[in-house]
């Protein structure tokens, strides 16, 4: 396995971000989804040893992220949540010193190929100031990608990004996972359900599924019930399902409901991820 | 590497800085600021000595406190450079600057003056900013300076304490013998290069960049 965690946690004072979490990530696009505050960015950290575990132990190919920090960073892509660059430097500028940290040998062929990529070609040679954050967010993976690294640890990655750049980036995620380790964390359902090919959730920092997308919904096969609620209804019945109630929609004359669990004027439907996700937490 | 250092330099210059130092070169050089008269020269280079130093701790924690601002801390890290390295280059570049005002302002018999106080002041700054955070390195630099400056005030004799006063770091107006001033102004000199170096390797160790 290429990133293997071993009873894994991390304090922050008296907060326990992760509490001895299991997992072990192979080859292709990996989602770790979870709600705000589930430990998912602690997690990236400690992979990225930017943060060291207060107990247990995490390795990426074979390497300790406390003990043998130099060679997983040789072979480590990263783009955390919060993501920016140099004021002072252009685009092709901030690539080419990421590129002199990162020791690439040649980098211009390779700055030039991902700015081609990601798009960015039009606007390299101006200022990283005036770029917008969707711009900003492509320069963000084109610096991880530098040096082709055998390991990709992107932290919401589409957060802020409009609708069409979400696609594209889910896009160039695909086609980077066929070859490298990716680990994409994140807390949309749907980004996790377009392009991983196995996923962890996490929630108050405890690793509560890990599995295939498939499997997930496999678990709530025969549990989640629809039914359709008419508005002046809507409140009452919310109040009556509580925790239940995993998603609403409105409908024309109405709300459809998820709920988890049997209900009697409600229809059995196929879970999708999201429900199966929402059942889980729930649980 | 080359490639490396121009970035480093790019990052950390100071244009404000350098062209503070032209400034103070071409007042200089075309004596329309000549302290050479004793009393203008003494005044000048006590001035210099109790507010240059203070510039040295605001940079060095601006060094630090930029790339949490600009969300850039995390990828640097995530490198396999060494970070003691980095800072390293980024802080001379700073220091250079802050030297070259120096040469520009004082006669050579006054750099170890107003440089010694300063280097002192900024690696209390980067190496306790590394360790506890910028701001508690800033405030540590500062208290420093304050207790130097309170000193002075309060006029107490150097000589009443015997070890703390080796802390005092402002010294042009103590009164003391030309060449005590200076071996305690070496002391200042050596104490902030030692604290500069054990900055950079702790900033090599350290395992913890917890980002607000």
Request: proline letters at 4%.
């Amino acid at each position: 396995m290429a990133i293997k965690a071993e009873a894994l946690t991390r304090h922050y004072g008296h907060v326990q971000a992760l509490k001895g979490v299991d997992l072990e990530i192979g080859t292709g696009v990996f989602g770790l989804l979870g709600p705000n505050g589930a430990g998912k960015t602690t997690f990236i950290r400690i992979v990225a040893t930017i943060l060291p575990p207060t107990s247990g132990r995490a390795t990426v190919f074979g390497y300790d992220v406390v003990r043998e920090r130099i060679p997983i960073r040789r072979m480590l892509g990263y783009l955390p949540q919060e993501f920016g660059a140099y004021p002072k430097l252009t685009g092709y500028e901030y690539l080419e010193y990421i590129a002199a940290l990162k020791g690439v040998r040649h980098p211009k062929e390779q700055i030039n190929a991902l700015l081609d990529r990601f798009g960015l070609s039009g606007v390299a040679r101006r200022r990283v100031t005036s770029y917008s954050g969707g711009m900003l967010r492509r320069l963000g993976i084109a610096q991880a990608l530098l040096g082709d690294p055998k390991v990709l640890l992107v932290d919401e990655p589409t957060a802020g990004l409009d609708p069409e750049e979400r696609v594209r980036f889910r896009e160039y995620l695909m086609d980077l996972g066929s070859h490298r380790v990716i680990v994409l964390s994140t807390h949309l359902v749907e980004d996790v359900a377009m392009i991983c090919d196995r996923l962890a959730i996490l929630s108050e920092g405890k690793l509560r599924f890990f599995g295939t997308p498939g499997e997930l919904v496999a678990q709530f096969q025969g549990r989640i019930y629809q039914l359709v609620v008419p508005e002046e209804a809507v409140k009452e019945k919310l109040l009556a399902l509580g925790e239940r109630v995993l998603t609403t929609q409105r409908i024309e004359g109405g709300r459809a409901m998820r709920v988890l669990g049997e209900v009697p004027e409600g229809r059995l439907v196929t879970p999708s991820l999201e429900d199966a996700y929402l059942a889980l937490l729930r649980l | 590497m080359i490639n490396h250092l121009f970035y480093e330099a790019k990052l950390s210059m100071s244009w404000r800085l350098l062209l503070l130092s032209v400034f103070v070169s071409i007042l200089r050089l075309t004596k329309a600021f000549s302290p050479e008269v004793p009393e203008i020269w003494v005044g000048w280079v006590v001035f210099l000595e109790f507010v240059y130093p203070v510039l040295f701790p605001l940079l060095m924690f601006t060094i630090l406190e930029r790339e949490k601002q600009w969300h850039t801390l995390e990828v640097l890290v995530g490198t396999p450079k060494k970070k003691g390295m980095i800072f390293l280059f980024r802080s001379l570049f700073v220091l250079l600057l802050l030297v070259l005002v120096a040469i520009a302002a004082v006669s050579p018999a006054e750099y170890l003056l107003i440089i010694a106080p300063g280097l002192a002041l900024g690696s209390v700054a980067f190496l306790f900013g590394l360790f506890l955070g910028e701001e508690a390195g800033l405030g540590l630099s500062l208290a420093w300076w304050g207790f130097s400056f309170l000193s002075v005030l309060t006029g107490r004799s150097l000589s009443s304490f015997r070890t703390i006063n080796w802390f005092v770091l402002l010294l042009s107006t103590s009164g003391l013998p030309r060449n005590e001033l200076l071996v305690r102004k070496l002391a200042h000199l050596g104490v902030g290069l030692f604290l500069f170096a054990m900055a950079f390797t702790l900033a090599d160790l350290k395992r913890s960049w917890f980002v607000r």
